[in-house]
């Protein structure tokens, strides 16, 4: 971190600030001159994009926004849109999704929230789930949510046999550890 002072009121410069505090696990200070603040806290789990803008000398916590998905009447669920769930822990993930097929004909879109909790053996439980879904398919019913998929918790879509749909979400999730 670069050009950072800070002032105590009527003592002048203090000087750079070598340290930065989160809620847990104690001061950080900086290698080669750089802290650096990120959004994945647990390895290949991303909540979020910390984007840095050095003319403006700001930081912007950006949530996770997965790309595009396309799917039939499988259930898929969106490759980056879920959270591991670790033994000893409660989890409540929430998604707003929106499906369109492909022609624009039809369309499905809402939110859905879902919580998941794990014991020390074994995998991760399903709590329970539901979705807020408007839709005006004719031919079927396209379905998203929130469900388990081997350990993790995450953000499932299902179109309608013999069309394409397309889809995509925004997600965030709570962690409970015990």
């Known amino acids: 971190m670069s050009q950072i002072q800070s002032y105590v009121m009527g003592e002048g410069?203090?000087?750079?600030?070598?340290?930065?505090?989160?809620?847990?696990?104690?001061?950080?200070?900086?290698?080669?001159?750089?802290?650096?603040?990120?959004?994945?806290?647990?390895?290949?789990?991303?909540?979020?994009?910390?984007?840095?803008?050095?003319?403006?000398?700001?930081?912007?916590?950006?949530?996770r926004t997965d790309i595009t998905?396309?799917?039939?009447n499988v259930q898929t669920f969106f490759p980056s849109a879920f959270a591991v769930v670790a033994p000893f822990s409660a989890y409540v993930m929430s998604a707003q999704i929106i499906g369109i097929k492909s022609d624009y004909t039809a369309g499905c879109g809402g939110f859905a929230v879902g919580c998941a909790r794990r014991t020390g053996v074994g995998g991760p439980v399903l709590i329970g789930n539901?979705?807020?879904?408007?839709?005006?398919?004719?031919?079927?019913s396209p379905e998203f949510g929130i469900d388990i998929d081997?350990?993790?918790?995450?953000?499932?879509?299902?179109?309608?046999?013999?069309?394409?749909?397309?889809?995509?979400?925004?997600?965030?999730?709570?962690?409970e550890l015990l």
Do not use: H, K, M
Not at 36 to 59: C, W
Not at 130 to 140: A, P, Y
């Open 150 to 175: 081997n350990n993790t918790l995450g953000v499932f879509v299902r179109g309608v046999n013999g069309e394409t749909w397309n889809w995509t979400c925004t997600f965030q999730y709570q962690i």
């Open 13 to 63: 410069p203090a000087g750079p600030i070598l340290t930065l505090t989160g809620d847990i696990g104690g001061p950080v200070g900086p290698t080669g001159g750089n802290i650096n603040i990120v959004g994945e806290v647990i390895g290949g789990q991303v909540f979020a994009s910390v984007e840095g803008s050095p003319g403006t000398s700001t930081l912007n916590v950006v949530a």
């Open 130 to 140: 539901n979705n807020l879904s408007s839709e005006d398919s004719t031919t079927g």
């Open 69 to 72: 998905i396309t799917t039939d």
